[in-house]
């Protein structure tokens, strides 16, 4: 019951950051963003870190973030515990999570950084903010022990500077 009521607040956090959001999505439109890679899916069994470490988890979140940018939503749909594969599909990640997330920041460009905190539960918890056209992304992806997304919330979009 607690991961629905979760489920129906980022649903419900992503709606609300938008409403009154005039910019239209051209349903004809690629499911990949046009900066991103086409190398093919980043897979779980791609890991080069050790599970516990916080290189693990941080990898995986990363993975996470760029498949669905890439358009990998079913890839990243398999990177969730089976809690979260019962409150979504790969179509609702597509259309309820990313495709919101890119009406609000814009085309995704890359990673600026992924920050860490574990939580008491023994959950690790990776706050991945991403760079768009229009305004930063970061989004709260939780980790069980075996590395899997047990939570994914949106924590907010920053302005992320210029380097350089």
């Avoid at 607040?9 to 990949?32: A, H, P, Q, R």
């Avoid at 916080?54 to 995986?60: A, D």
Wanted: glycine share 8%.
């Amino acid at each position: 019951m607690k991961k629905i009521m979760i489920y129906f607040l980022v649903v419900f956090t992503l709606i609300f950051m938008i409403s009154g959001c005039t910019e239209k999505e051209d349903n004809n439109k690629k499911n990949k963003d046009e900066n991103a890679t086409t190398a093919g899916p980043i897979l779980l069994e791609d890991s080069t870190a050790e599970q516990g470490t916080w290189e693990f988890y941080n990898e995986r979140a990363e993975a996470f973030v760029k498949n669905m940018a890439n358009g990998y939503f079913d890839t990243a749909f398999d990177m969730m515990d089976e809690t979260m594969q019962g409150l979504m599909s790969a179509t609702s990640l597509q259309t309820d999570v990313w495709n919101v997330l890119r009406l609000q920041a814009g085309k995704y460009i890359d990673i600026h950084e992924i920050e860490n905190l574990l939580s008491s539960d023994g959950y690790y918890v990776c706050f991945v903010t991403s760079k768009h056209e229009n305004r930063g992304v970061t989004l709260r992806v939780v980790f069980s022990e075996n590395g899997l997304v047990s939570g994914l919330f949106v924590d907010g979009f920053p302005d992320i500077e210029e380097s350089g």
